[in-house]
């Protein structure tokens, strides 16, 4: 089982950043993937950033450019640097954890960009 701990998120006004993290903790055999999805009313939950095990990175279309995505190679935690934030960013973001197939969820943390 793998527990994630999120932190981070909070109120800020359009153009300004914001950095989340998440701490992953449990039984981890193998870190296929890990990064962060977003969630707000009415919409599916899209991919915001992610970082394979190897160091790849992959960015959703809305946020190349302006989100960062790094990892502390010593433990399984991510960071997630949010600038020239928009209010279409505001959502619950969830940070994810794949390891052999299995996809692992925190609990959210919410981000409102005001305008």
């Known amino acids: 089982q793998v527990h994630l701990v999120e932190s981070g998120g909070g109120l800020v006004q359009a153009g300004g950043s914001l950095r989340l993290s998440c701490l992953a903790s449990?039984?981890?055999?193998?870190?296929?993937?890990m990064g962060w999805y977003r969630q707000s009313p009415g919409n599916q939950r899209e991919l915001v950033a992610r970082?394979?095990?190897?160091?790849?990175?992959d960015y959703g279309d809305s946020v190349r450019g302006r989100f960062t995505i790094s990892r502390d190679g010593a433990n399984y935690a991510i960071n997630l640097q949010m600038n020239s934030l928009k209010p279409e960013d505001t959502a619950v973001y969830y940070c994810?954890?794949?390891?052999?197939?299995?996809?692992?969820w925190g609990q959210g943390t919410q981000v409102t960009v005001s305008s």
């Open positions: 994810h954890f794949l390891m052999l197939g299995k996809d692992y």
């Open positions: 449990g039984i981890i055999f193998r870190l296929n993937a």
């Open positions: 970082i394979t095990g190897a160091g790849a990175t």
